[in-house]
């Protein structure tokens, strides 16, 4: 350790001032290390997956239970979860099998009613944001079509079928319209809104840069409003999901709404519960996936 | 910047109306803002300063009176007439070179090839110290670095006339001092016009060679024009003990805190 030599006033100031500045070397990087063993990381990431897997486990095995305490007694209405398991395994267990051209697996069934969600859907979202960037914008556009739309969007999609299939005298079509007609509502609003919140300082820029409308909307529009777009979608496409399965029930088909109304004519109530749960995880994944899709497009920026 | 970048500022008059009710903001402003001068404006809040840039710029329409710059009149925004926001407002889904780009690409499209473009944003991105940080986002940056790529933005767009409204009003008092000097620096590299909006007296003449102070609302206009005649490079400590200097900043205080005071808050 080198000892500092005493401050003294004058004379070693100057000394120093006088110094040539040192030569210069490269640094040396040297790369550092979180300095935790690996043992330890392992274990914070278990911790950390186990912190949220767990819990809803617990809840999910005691609800199960309460199930089947419930509906134990000889003669109850429904089916208990054991019942289920013994009566309805082959779906469970194997959602791609076929065993025939109306006895197809579960996981067919969901691709068949995904097909006919991405159709519907898909419109709605191209559709829904470009009139919602119209409302956004224009005020005579938002004075005439908003109170047409707020009625209209009240509308349950069940309401929608007789006149869809009176229109399109085939059940596919019908069905990918009532999809489109119950899930552009959310886009619209919500896109609307969006463009509404534009920062006035962004459209400054804008008029300074001299941008034309088709720039402002790929430039400026669309990229200031995803998140509102996407918050939209996201109600959209589990708006869509409830239309479809709905649907089907009424229209027939080969989709998993189709099948839950058939088990019901049949009085298969295990295969109700199975579908149910294939149900809810497949909606559970669309809004996961579009929500994921959001964060990547808007790079994490958040509603202004 | 070899342009006449003569700018006319004749009977400018502006009133808000909504229903009924109109209120004047401003009444007949006249001046001349000359070529590579670097103008401030200064008043108390609510004076209109803000209003009359956003005519200059042509953001805003006048309601009497007209904008001149080089002999014709200007009316609506553009790139000639660049402007540098208080709030930076950069893109936030754009890096800092994206969201120069941006200007670059839209105002030299058909006027320099990309690899002149792509050399142009680098340089204006170096004369504000920030081309280490091209790739950024704004949510990466401090405020002084964000405000310094809205400088950037306005100069790559080569504009006449620079309008800079409130530049460091959101910033702390040593950015603040940094960003004078570099923009001093900048005005005199490039000897561009150039008009800013501030309320710290200190920053006005510290870095003008005008300042004009305005009237207090409603109905504001130019109480008076002060020449700073202060040599260039000005440097702050050195001024500190200046008589000019001193003389110019007790005639703009005793313009804004003796004869035209602020509105007192009613009880």
């Given at each position: 350790m080198l000892s500092l030599p005493i401050l003294k006033s004058g004379g070693l100031t100057q000394k120093i001032s006088m110094q040539q500045s040192p030569a210069r070397t490269p640094a040396t990087v040297i790369p550092l290390r979180s300095g935790k063993p690996f043992a330890q990381v392992a274990k914070e990431k278990l911790a950390a997956v186990a912190v949220t897997v767990i819990p809803p486990l617990i809840v999910l095995v005691l609800l199960l239970l309460v199930w089947e305490l419930a509906f134990s007694r000889p003669g109850a209405s429904l089916p208990t979860p054991i019942q289920v398991w013994r009566e309805a395994q082959d779906l469970i267990r194997d959602p791609f099998f076929e065993n025939g051209p109306q006895d197809i697996g579960l996981g067919w069934r969901v691709l068949v009613s995904l097909q006919r969600v991405a159709f519907g859907f898909g419109l709605a979202a191209v559709i829904g944001v470009l009139v919602g960037a119209l409302i956004g914008q224009s005020v005579w556009a938002m004075r005439g079509l908003d109170p047409i739309f707020q009625v209209l969007r009240?509308?349950?999609?069940?309401?929608?079928l007789p006149i869809s299939l009176a229109a399109f005298r085939d059940s596919a079509p019908s069905a990918i319209f009532v999809i489109f007609i119950t899930s552009i509502w959310p886009v619209i609003i919500n896109t609307a809104v969006g463009v509404r919140n534009i920062p006035q300082d962004y459209r400054n820029i804008a008029a300074v840069l001299q941008l034309n409308s088709i720039e402002f909307f790929w430039r400026i529009l669309v990229p200031a409003a995803a998140p509102y777009i996407f918050t939209g979608l996201r109600i959209g496409i589990g708006l869509s999901w409830l239309a479809i399965v709905a649907a089907e029930m009424l229209t027939g088909g080969v989709g998993i709404g189709f099948f839950i109304w058939d088990a019901w004519n049949s009085s298969r109530l295990p295969d109700i519960i199975v579908a149910l749960a294939y149900i809810g995880i497949v909606g559970f994944l669309l809004d996961k996936l579009v929500s994921a899709v959001g964060s990547i497009v808007t790079r994490g920026v958040q509603a202004s | 910047m070899a342009n006449n970048s003569y700018l006319k500022l004749e009977q400018i008059g502006k009133s808000f109306s909504r229903g009924a009710a109109t209120t004047?903001?401003?009444?007949?402003i006249s001046m001349v803002i000359n070529e590579g001068e670097y103008v401030s404006i200064i008043g108390h809040s609510g004076c209109g300063k803000s209003t009359l840039l956003n005519i200059i710029a042509g953001l805003t329409q006048v309601t009497t009176g007209a904008v001149i710059l080089e002999e014709r009149e200007v009316n609506s925004p553009g790139p000639e007439r660049a402007v540098v926001f208080q709030n930076h407002s950069l893109l936030p889904w754009l890096t800092v070179y994206e969201n120069v780009a941006l200007a670059v690409n839209k105002v030299f499209a058909n006027k320099k090839s990309r690899a002149e473009r792509h050399e142009w944003i680098e340089h204006n991105l170096q004369l504000v110290h920030m081309l280490h940080a091209k790739d950024k986002r704004p949510a990466e940056i401090s405020g002084g670095m964000k405000q310094r790529v809205g400088i950037a933005r306005g100069l790559a767009m080569e504009p006449k006339i620079l309008l800079l409204d409130e530049p460091f009003g959101a910033l702390d008092a040593l950015t603040r001092a940094h960003l004078q000097d570099s923009i001093m620096e900048i005005h005199m590299k490039l000897g561009n016009t150039m008009v800013m909006i501030t309320h710290d007296v200190d920053e006005a003449i510290l870095l003008s060679d005008r300042v004009v102070m305005m009237t207090n609302g409603p109905a504001a206009t130019i109480g008076e024009i002060l020449d700073v005649k202060l040599a260039r490079p000005r440097r702050r400590l050195e001024l500190v003990n200046n008589k000019t200097y001193t003389e110019a900043r007790s005639a703009v205080l005793e313009f804004l805190?003796?004869?035209?005071?602020a509105p007192t808050i009613a009880a």
């Open positions: 009240t509308v349950p999609p069940l309401a929608w | 004047e903001v401003l009444r007949d805190y003796a004869r035209h005071k």
